[in-house]
Every structure is written in C-alpha cells, then in structure tokens.
C-alpha cells in the first residue's frame, strides 16, 4: 500500500518529505514508505491545521539546524583533503621533501584519523554524541596550529597526527548524531549533510591554494593551512545549540531529558511518545538480549565482542556497513581529489595556475552534485542513487584511463586530451557525490541496533580511513609502476565490483525508522517477513 505522489505533494505544499525543495515528478517517482506525519488529515485543517503545520515547519527546521551545526567539522576534513593537494606543491620546496615523504604526508591521515575514530565510538558512548563533536574541533585546531608554524618535516607530521585524531573523531559522530535525531522520512537528506560539507571545505581548500598560491614559498603554504582553523571556532557556538542526542540520553537512563528533546525535533507529542517508546523498546532490548530469538548475541557480552564475534544477523549488518564504505574509496576517490593537479599535469596541463584553476572545477562540480543528492536521497531512495553513481562512476574512469593511455602514446591532441581528462574526472566526482559519497555514511549509521551504533559505525568509518589512506599513499608508486592510465583501469574495474555488491548487499531503507531497519537483515522482530512491516506502516499511518 502507498499514498499517490499527488495527494502526498498537494498535502506537503509542493515540498518533499524532507522538508526540502524537490524536483519534478520525471526525475523519480515517490518513496513506498513516507512519514505518517508527513500527510495532514481533512479532519484536522482549519486553525488546528495551520497550527500543526507551523509546529511540523518549526521542528523541521530545529532538525536542520542541528545536522548543519553537527556537520562542521566535516568541513574540516575536506578542507584538509582539498588544500593538501596544492600544498604538498610549495611544502615540496619549500622542506624540501621526497617523493615517499609526499605519499606518507598526504595518505597518512587517513590512518592516523582511524584512531579518533576507535576511540570515537566508546568517547561517544561515555561522553555523549554532543561533546564528542566538541572533543573533535579541539584537537583538529591544536593540529593545525602545529602544521602552521612547522620548521621542519617531522613537525609537520606531529601536527597532522593530532589533525588526523580531531578528524577521526568528526567523521564518526557526526553521521550518528544526526541520525539518532532526525526523524524516518528526512533522515537520508539530513544525514547526508556532513558529506555535502565535506565536498564544501575540499572547494574551499583548492580556492584557498590558488588563492594563495601566489605568495612565497615559504609562507604560501601555512597561510593556507591556517585558514583551515576557522571553522572549528565555530563549533563553540554550535555546541550551545544543539541537544544531546535522545538516544544516547535513553541508554543512560534520563529518560524526561529525552522527551524533552523529542518534542523539540518532531511535529507532535504523540509522535514524541511514540518515538520514546521505540527507542526505550529498542534500548532495553538491545540491554537484556532480548531481541528476537537471541539474534544480537549473548547480553554478557561487550559490545566489541559482539562485533567481533558476530550473530548471523549482525554478521550481515557488518558486510553492509563495512563493505559500503570501503568500496567508497578503493574506487579512487582520493587519488583523484588529493593528485588531480598530478594527473592533469599528466594530461598536458603545464602551469601551477592552469593546474590550480582546474581543481576548482573539480570542486565545485564534486559540491553541486552533493546538493543534488540531498533532495533525491529520500524522494528517489537510497538503491537507484547507489546504481546510478556506481554505474556512472566506472564508466568515467575507464574513459579516464583510455584517455590518458592514448594521451601518452601521441595517439590524440594535447587540447582533446586535456579537455577529456577534465570532463572524466569532473564527471567521477559528480556521480561519486549524488550516491556513494554521502549514502555509504547514511547507510552505515542507520543498519545498526542501538547498542551497537556508535561503535559499529566507528568501526565502519575505519574501514574508510584505512582504504583511503592506502590509496592515497601508494598512489604515486602505482601510477610508476603501471603508468597512471593503468592506476585508473584498476580503479574502473573495482568500482564495477561495487555495482554488484550493491545489488546483493545493500537493502532499501528509506522511509524506516532505525528500529524498523533492523528487521530488514533478520533481527529486531525476530526475522518477520517485510510484508508484515509494510503492513504495520499503513497501520500507524491510519491511526495517525
């Protein structure tokens, strides 16, 4: 059972179930599962309509600005990511620095931010989701001051230890926080936030290189990297805003303090209760092993024995998490954002300035395209946005690869190569942007049950920063040792891989509250068919 499109957009005013702008009918059809709020009963227009609506538009957007705020330090990573790639250019001369030096500045972040990423998911847990994001901008601005005033190489790396630590920590919470707060219907667009500000610092990172780039050697660079600490000052402001997240606030036992929170980010206080009641269901559920035919593990074990020792069910949870996230970066990702001036020089691009200038481009269409899947995430769904980008994504870089082979061997013109080399990787960044990128960070952080999300998506987020930081430090000597054109064949026949794991692996959760996802691989319900969940959805939509 759905409701028509008509009916659900005359009922939102045009709008999405998101709350945001959505496109035309012929660029995707409904989701199956909407929010039962998202429809206003006849009964219920005229003044006490308009009421309901205010408090719906007023919820909506106390949700929005808590994901923006939540999201800030993700702004930190790409600009990390972003401005890198045209300092290592001055940093090279400047320290005068070899090429493996090069590789292990580059890719080693993604290491190092794994451990802030370990310890993010327990830091959560004991400190609570809010202070975490705080504990992140601290430690990234004390990196970046130390990579600002570096005299030498290896002072330079102890400031992007502490940098990559702060990271660490960003990237994890911030797509937990905001899933635990948002409601089913807008989850996807609101989760997808840290990636959309994620690809923002990657462009302002190569606006900051060119401009910049026209100082001196020996001071272009920290300018550069010190511009990268003033949006973590921000965060201060943004911890006196947002809540504590209400899930959290349950496992602890302050049950008033997360009604207190519910009522602020839904529309009603009946759908306040309700949520309460799910998540106090799931909470204890998750606390007394209770839930479904002992599908999440024995109730002794800890929470890294779970995981480590996996029930079937979160056995299959894992493969998702995981597996998504690492096929968002062993597709190459990284190698294209941090070496594109490398591999336009390849293409025939010879000044700085010309390099510079086109790794805007990347970034910006890397930017708009992220905006873009914030309003199909929930209105298209997650899987067709996973196929398209996956599709799109091996296709560009396997014309990326045959582009830059013919390049090498004179067999097209300076002027077709560069021009080819450019729309290829625009294009990758593009299709990368309006599916894998932000949906492997909604996925990861919506699959797991309570007790074990924060954790499992540290976890998930490792596996992330352990295949960038692998691609992005052996990048160069792959590229020497089978030519770039050949990097980017392996990089094409990988992301075909990634269609498949798609299509077997990843199930459809837009429009499902967490708990109900978690019936999706066999648990919370004890493994009921789908059909009956479908169902229970039209039921609470009548009663509502």
């Known amino acids: 059972m759905m409701l028509p499109s008509a009916e659900l957009s005359s009922s939102n005013g045009g709008g999405g179930a998101s709350g945001l702008p959505t496109l035309p009918d012929f660029l995707g059809r409904k989701n199956k599962y909407v929010r039962m709020d ?52 001055f940093i090279q001369r400047d320290l005068h620095i070899n090429e493996v030096q090069q590789e292990v500045l580059v890719g080693c972040l993604s290491f190092i931010s794994l451990l802030g990423s370990l310890a993010g998911g327990r830091t959560s847990d004991a400190m609570g989701r809010k202070w975490t994001i705080g504990l992140a ?39 937990v926080y905001i899933a635990e707060i948002s409601p089913a219907g807008s989850r996807g667009s609101f989760t997808s936030f840290p990636e959309i500000f994620i690809n923002l610092g990657i462009l302002l990172g190569y606006i900051s290189n060119y401009a910049f780039s026209g100082l001196p050697d020996h001071i272009n660079w920290r300018v550069m990297l010190a511009v990268g600490i003033l949006p973590s000052v921000s965060i201060a402001f ?42 106090e269901a799931a909470a204890a559920a998750a606390a007394t092993g209770a839930a479904g035919n002992g599908n999440y593990g024995d109730r002794n074990k800890t929470v890294w024995q779970e995981l480590s020792r996996p029930s079937p069910v979160i056995a299959r949870m894992l493969v998702t998490g995981v597996g998504i996230q690492c096929f968002q ?33 990347v970034g910006f269409f890397k930017t708009a395209f992220i905006a873009l899947a914030i309003v199909l995430i929930d ?74 999300r924060s954790q499992a998506a540290a976890l998930g987020a490792v596996a992330n920063r352990v295949t960038s930081g692998a691609v992005a430090m052996s990048f160069l000597s792959i590229c020497r040792a089978i030519s770039v054109s050949g990097a980017f064949a392996a990089f094409a026949a990988i992301s075909a891989l990634s269609v498949l794991f798609v299509h077997k692996f990843v199930p459809e959760t837009s429009g499902k509250t967490l708990e109900q996802i978690e019936s999706l691989f066999g648990g919370g319900s004890g493994g009921e068919d789908r059909r009956e969940l479908e169902l229970g959805d039209v039921e609470q939509l009548v009663h509502k």
């Open 137 to 175: 901008a601290v430690v990234f601005q004390a990196g970046a001051a130390v990579m600002t005033l570096a005299p030498s190489f290896r002072v330079l790396m102890v400031g992007r230890l502490l940098a990559g630590i702060g990271i660490g920590f960003g990237v994890m919470i911030a797509p």
């Open 379 to 452: 209105r298209v769904g997650r899987k067709p946005l996973l196929y398209v980008s996956t599709v799109g994504m091996t296709a560009c870089l396997a014309a990326l690869s045959a582009a830059l082979f013919l390049q090498a061997r004179g067999s097209v013109s300076r002027g077709a190569g560069v021009g080819v080399a450019i729309l290829t990787v625009c294009g990758d960044v593009a299709f990368f942007s309006v599916g894998i990128g932000p949906i492997c960070w909604v996925v990861s952080s919506e699959i797991f049950p309570l007790r074990l």
């Open 38 to 89: 998202d429809v206003l009963p006849p009964e219920q227009e005229g003044e006490d309509g308009g009421v309901l609506v205010r408090e719906r538009q007023s919820s909506r957007r106390y949700v929005f600005a808590c994901s923006v705020f939540a999201s800030l330090n993700s702004v930190l990573l790409g600009y990390d990511v972003g401005v890198m790639s045209g300092c290592i250019l």
């Open 329 to 361: 970066q062993i597709t190459g990702i990284d190698a294209l954002v941090y070496y594109s001036p490398t591999i336009f020089r390849d293409a025939g691009i010879t000044t700085e300035r010309q390099l510079l200038a086109a790794t805007v481009a």
């Open 238 to 279: 943004a911890l006196l805003v947002i809540p504590e997240s209400p899930r959290w606030l349950v496992m602890q036992g302050r049950a008033d303090e997360a009604r207190a929170v519910l009522l602020r980010v839904t529309d009603t206080e009946d759908e306040a209760k309700e949520r309460l009641a799910e998540i």
